[in-house]
């Protein structure tokens, strides 16, 4: 029994110094983050919260890989809530929504790295997760298996490949495999990284406040994105 309520009190440790590190991430960036700052806020001294993480690295990869997965399963629900048809444009509206939700734990992950620390191997298997989810929904926006998108015509339907797009193609079929077990073919691979690269580039700009003073809705930037890699653009 007191096991068990060591255990509970060690975890609402662990959650409430992860939730004041997030509030100094809002506040200063990952160079804010600091054990003994988190231990002042919580009513403790710096070594008795080093009995809970051993080092700021180690509360860094907690807030790390918990925001990895958050997203993960984020876009994982969104896709598979869609139908096949839809699940391109979920997948890319469901990844916007989060950054904008939450556009320090996005930058976190997606920002500039933290000089001097290295990601753990769990942080690649989830990403690993993320890009099989990108891989599902490109392959419902056309290619070898002929589907189109929703609201795709006739017109609107995956072009040929262009000669660079080809040879991108067959630059990644010899990269190995970004998912472990699966290796998907080099036109997949090229369309998945476009989309990652595209998607994530305007949506950066938008949470770092890049388009503020231009006079334009990012939103209709992010969605006119959406459309032309839906079309194969």
Not at 20 to 35: C, F, H, K, Y
Not at 153 to 160: D, F, I, M, V, Y
Not at 183 to 208: F, N, Y
């Amino acid at each position: 029994m007191a096991t068990a309520r060591r255990e509970r009190y060690r975890k609402q440790t662990r959650e409430e110094a992860k939730a004041v590190a997030l509030a100094q991430l809002a506040e200063s960036g990952t160079a804010g983050i600091s054990v003994n700052a988190i231990a002042k806020a919580m009513g403790m001294t710096g070594p008795a919260l080093y009995r809970y993480f051993a080092s700021r690295d180690e509360l860094l990869t907690e807030l790390i890989t918990d925001t990895y997965r958050d997203l993960a399963e984020t876009l994982a629900q969104a896709v598979a809530g869609a139908a096949p048809a839809d699940r391109f444009r979920a997948m890319a509206r469901a990844m916007r929504d989060w950054a904008k939700r939450q556009p320090d734990r996005y930058l976190l992950i997606y920002g500039t790295p933290v000089p001097g620390y290295h990601a753990p191997p769990e942080t690649a298997e989830i990403a690993a997760g993320m890009m099989r989810t990108i891989f599902d929904a490109c392959s419902a926006v056309g290619g070898a298996d002929g589907a189109t998108a929703h609201g795709a015509t006739a017109s609107h339907e995956q072009q040929p490949l262009t000669e660079l797009e080809a040879e991108l193609a067959r630059h990644l079929e010899g990269v190995g495999s970004w998912v472990p077990g699966e290796e998907p073919g080099g036109e997949l691979k090229g369309r998945a990284l476009r989309t990652w690269t595209r998607l994530h580039g305007v949506i950066s700009l938008d949470v770092q406040g890049q388009f503020t003073g231009m006079g334009f809705d990012p939103s209709v930037l992010f969605e006119a994105e959406i459309d032309a890699l839906v079309r194969g653009g």
